[in-house]
């Protein structure tokens, strides 16, 4: 059974940095395309970060360019975000997600056949 198990969320001030991780289990997603995505309580989840299997493409949601970065380790089958300048406005559920076949629109969910369950970052001001 293909499991993606999302870790690091929390409680931080604004201005502070978070690490979020996912690991992949049940599956090798070293030819998957992974992403970052997140969701508001009455809002679309919404693209957050999407890498490439390969990690020649590499592409942000312009709310978080030059804040966030995505990385990914195919040895350890393991996706990461880190987050800086975190601001209250990026208080959300954030979901990791992969995609098991070739990726033709990286920033729609519907794209992404495996989901997360979800960790909680709530950013204080």
């Known amino acids: 059974q293909v499991q993606l198990v999302e870790s690091g969320g929390g409680l931080v001030q604004a201005g502070g940095s978070l690490k979020l991780s996912c690991i992949a289990r049940?599956?090798?997603?070293?030819?998957?395309?992974m992403a970052w995505f997140r969701e508001v309580p009455g809002k679309e989840r919404e693209f957050v970060a999407y890498?490439?299997?390969?990690?020649?493409?590499?592409l942000y949601a312009d709310s978080v360019k030059g804040r966030f970065i995505i990385s990914r380790d195919t040895a350890r089958n393991t996706v990461t975000l880190q987050m800086n300048r975190l601001k209250p406005e990026d208080t959300a559920v954030y979901y990791c997600?992969?995609?098991?076949?070739?990726?033709?629109?990286?920033?729609?969910?519907?794209?992404?056949?495996?989901w997360g369950q979800g960790t909680q970052v709530t950013v204080s001001s």
């Open positions: 997600a992969a995609d098991e076949g070739d990726t033709y629109y990286p920033k729609q969910k519907d794209e992404y056949n495996y």
């Open positions: 890498k490439s299997w390969s990690g020649g493409t590499t």
């Open positions: 049940g599956h090798t997603f070293g030819h998957n395309a």
